[in-house]
């Protein structure tokens, strides 16, 4: 699936060089995602309207659930358009929430407290970026070993115990607050999404992200620095990760190492989803928001239908894998 987040069409240009490529015909295969979003949100509306599914609260808990997914998802659309994946996702998360509350308690304030958390997420984005373009050691391996070592850390440094943020500024910034009836949480996801596909499709960074995971060889040959590329997307995953620890901070008051648990399948596969290529070169940021929406509402839906875990997870897994057979695009090159 390529949307226009993607879009190459035409020349392209890369350092001194250009890359042409064909003009592609349309196919509703490439708004999969957005057809699906708008099914999954008409059937929950007409089946459970009974039951607030379409209430104004409802649909802005919504938000405010997916919107770490969501900042998580517009890094990793980076990562994986490079054609590397990044595993770590959730436990840096978790970390940075601690490190961040840590500092807070320690009396450092809000501001010292942002600065560790993010410092932290950067600081573990630039081991997997070191480790993935210095060592060659494969991505998948580098933050599998990360997500575990980061994992182990947060539930070392605390013992298991949630440190709870005072701060009332902190948490009305990063999580809890709301600017009249909008959420602080859909006005960081909004800002960030901006950034990120202005950052992909208006710039030379995301183009050449695009083709160093389209063909690196190719994309080294016509002047592009692909290390340093997946060096920065790295880091920016890293950082988006921080940034959501915060964010999981700011929304339950505490850092805890149970934050951003599992969270790593739900970016990717809101990522996958969105129309990114999991083989690199074709990436869409405002799919990977779109994608993490539809998880978010799904789960929100049998939730409020009653479903129990164990059906949730069933009915969740098949709407994904029907959601990308039949965009299938988005994960061939």
Known sequence: MQSKDSNLNGT???????????????????YIVYLAFIGVII???????????????????????????????LAMTFVISTGEIDLSVGSIAALSSLTAALTIQAGFGMIGGVAIGLGTGLLVGLVNGLLVTKLAIPSFLVTLGTMGT?????????DTAPVPIVDATF???????????????????????????????????????LATGG?????????V?????????????GFMAGFAGLLYAGRMHAGRFTFGEGDELSVIAAVILGGTSLF???????????????????NNGLIIMGLDVSQQMMIKGLIIILAVAFGKKAIKR
């Open 280 to 298: 690199g070169g074709v990436g869409t940021v405002i799919g990977t928001v779109i994608g993490s929406l539809m998880i978010g509402t799904i």
């Open 225 to 237: 620095k692909t290390q340093r590329i997946k060096l920065l997307v790295f880091l920016g995953s």
């Open 171 to 209: 948490n009305f910034v990063f999580g809890s607050g709301d600017i009249g009836p909008i959420p602080i949480l859909l006005v960081w996801t909004v800002l960030a999404t901006i950034i990120a596909h202005f950052l992909l499709r208006k710039t030379s960074f995301g183009r050449q992200t």
């Open 12 to 30: 392209v240009a890369l350092g001194s060089h250009t890359v042409s490529r064909k003009k592609k015909s349309f196919d509703w295969r490439d």
């Open 43 to 73: 059937y929950f509306s007409v089946t459970l309207h009974d039951q607030g599914f379409v209430s104004t609260d409802n649909l802005l808990n919504i938000i405010r659930q997916t919107a770490m997914i969501s900042l998580m998802g």
């Open 215 to 223: 063909n690196e060889s190719a994309a080294r040959f016509s002047g």
């Open 150 to 158: 980061v994992a182990g850390l947060a539930m070392w440094i605390t």
